[in-house]
């Protein structure tokens, strides 16, 4: 087993060198609804957070990033806000995210938390005082009103659909009781858009950013990142409303990587270099090709962007060789650590999805009518997966649960989905909420450990109890224990910073060198049906199959010392 004749030709990363925190980082995303309930009330909180951040210490996670914690009716889990400066009680209080902080710092950890700034909730302050006021006045201004096409305006201002599904504009009802202007909302008729061509706008959210770092936060983690900015006039757009190529720009949507968002971020970078520590903001813009999303990492701008075409990616040799070295094409062009990410909140946990048939669009969530992917064969890849994925150079996310190896719940009973996807969609979509179930840390427990309370938010199915943390804890081979050390050997050979060259070891194999400050790792993947013969004297670092005997099996990966 070589590397290819001329190696140099294959390298499709240079070392990073040892720099920013951000640009190696592994940061664990915590849904705070459903990853620890100190109270019992089926919710997860920031108490129980803060009581299980020794497990993130343990498990060799650098930060963690928190969804959104702040006052909001959860019209969208939080992701529609009403007070950017405060807490929903259901989560705590401000006195506890400060807590949470000083506490993660005491345990290492550093704190990203999520911005959103493309919409508030229609509860905002901001949104109740649009509706009472005039159309035209400074109220209305900060968002998108809008006077309705045809007749009396009884058409919505143009064809756009929310991204859940439906139309993307509302009517309302003026103050005097007459059918009034429309709103936009991208998302959920609870989450209006903001007007970023207003200044009031602008500035209100600089505010935002210092008053949590102020209170010491590491980063933001910031939603729909490319969404900000609307083309002017708002034109009809009747493409698709997801991921796309936003090569063209006269075949750009309208509603999506508007070059002027990037004014946005360059102020806000401004405001994170004027505060000490290394502050660092997180693009979620689901934004093809990688050169586009390149653009967000630029020197002056995002420091990380959420790297969505790998996690898109089929599960095929050659489409991971090739969306791996596009990233790092891109990337390394503009400088910027690529962030890779397998699983979050949005999408079918990739223990699942990996199971899902090779090559077909990725659904949003599974029936429990639907067919069912094969759990082993998921949690195989996953795992396998994830090596590949801790031995690349650049930042990495994780999302709470896969390293149990959490399959998506595919068999929720439709009356307990919560995700506004499924009501919009008028169920065609299953929706979020699989990915979202309520961690399991002790199997004999109620709820298995989520909280002190039986219930729990939505509901955890059995195959959770025996994947449980206390399950796993110390049980060599478990998933847990490889991603421990997985991220203990990354953190040990500093792989994170390293360089990474492509090798040639046949059509289904997957490999790479990653060469890093003090080694060299080789990373192989097996896609293909044979077992893929190790060399003799490979030195085995760790392994995704629980045992290899000097072959490694498909839909396995390995870390070897070379
Ligand atoms: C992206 C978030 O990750 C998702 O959960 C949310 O529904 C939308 N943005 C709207 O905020």
């Not at 993130?56 to 009403?82: E, N, R």
């Not at 209170?215 to 900000?228: E, K, M, Q």
């Not at 401004?270 to 000490?276: A, N, R, T, V």
């Not at 195959?463 to 847990?480: E, F, K, N, R």
Request: charged content about 25%.
């Amino acid at each position: 087993m070589t590397a290819s004749n001329d190696a140099t030709a294959h390298l499709v990363h240079p070392t990073s060198g040892d720099r920013e925190w951000w640009r190696s980082a592994v940061i664990y995303q915590i849904y705070p609804r459903s990853w620890a309930d100190s109270d019992g009330d089926g919710i997860g909180d920031l108490p129980g957070i803060t009581a299980r951040l020794p497990y993130l210490k343990a498990l060799g996670v650098d930060a963690v990033w928190l969804s959104p914690f702040y006052t909001s009716p959860q019209a969208d889990a939080g992701y529609d806000v009403a007070d950017y400066r405060d807490i929903d009680p259901l989560f705590g209080t401000l006195a506890d995210a400060d807590e949470l902080i000083r506490a993660a710092h005491a345990n290492d950890l550093r704190v990203v938390v999520d911005l959103v700034p493309n919409h508030t909730s229609d509860e905002h302050a901001w949104f109740r005082a649009a509706l009472t006021a005039a159309p035209g006045s400074p109220e209305r201004d900060r968002y998108i009103f809008r006077d309705g096409r045809g007749a009396d305006g009884g058409e919505p201002p143009n064809d756009w659909q929310s991204v859940f599904g439906g139309d993307a504009w509302t009517r309302i009802t003026e103050a005097d009781g007459t059918p009034g202007q429309w709103y936009l909302h991208l998302f959920d008729r609870k989450q209006p858009d903001l007007n970023w061509e207003n200044p009031v706008v602008r500035s209100e959210f600089e505010d935002i950013l210092r008053f949590w770092l102020d209170r010491g936060v590491d980063g933001f983690r910031v939603d729909v990142a490319h969404g900000l900015v609307k083309a002017p006039g708002l034109p009809d757009w009747t493409g698709p409303m997801n991921m796309i190529d936003l090569t063209e720009a006269d075949t750009r949507p309208p509603m999506w990587d508007q070059d002027g968002v990037h004014d946005i971020y360059r102020d806000w970078r401004k405001i994170l270099d004027s505060y000490p520590g290394e502050r660092a903001m997180c693009a979620e813009a689901w934004v093809e090709p990688p050169e586009r999303l390149a653009r967000y990492v630029r020197d002056d701008e995002f420091q990380q962007a959420f790297n969505f075409d790998f996690l898109v990616t089929p599960w095929r040799a050659d489409d991971l060789r090739a969306a791996i070295a596009q990233s790092y094409r891109a990337n390394d062009a503009v400088g910027a650590p690529t962030t890779w990410v397998l699983s979050n909140h949005d999408v079918v946990r990739h223990a699942t999805r990996l199971a899902l048939p090779v090559g077909e669009p990725r659904p949003n969530g599974i029936f429990a009518t639907d067919p069912q992917p094969d759990a082993e064969l998921g949690l195989r890849r996953a795992r396998a997966a994830t090596t590949l994925m801790l031995a690349l150079p650049g930042g990495a996310y994780v999302y709470y649960g896969e390293e149990l190896g959490l399959p998506e719940h595919t068999t929720l009973p439709d009356e307990v989905r919560q995700d506004p996807t499924y009501q919009r969609t008028e169920h065609k979509e299953a929706g979020r909420d699989g990915c979202r179930i309520p961690m399991p840390w002790e199997k004999d427990s109620a709820s298995y450990g989520f909280g002190p309370g039986e219930h729990t938010w939505l509901p955890q199915p059995e195959s959770y109890g025996a994947l449980a943390v206390d399950q796993q804890d110390d049980v060599p081979g478990s998933t847990l224990e490889l991603y421990r050390t997985l991220l203990q050997t990354r953190r040990d050979l500093r792989l994170g910073e390293g360089s990474t060259t492509q090798l040639d070891l046949g059509p289904d194999i997957v490999g790479y060198d990653i060469a890093a400050a003090d080694a060299t790792v080789r990373v192989i993947l097996n896609l293909g049906e044979a077992d893929y013969e190790l060399p003799s004297d490979a030195t085995v670092l760790v392994s995704s199959a629980p045992e290899i005997a000097g072959v490694l099996p498909t839909d396995a990966a390995v870390w070897l010392q070379v």
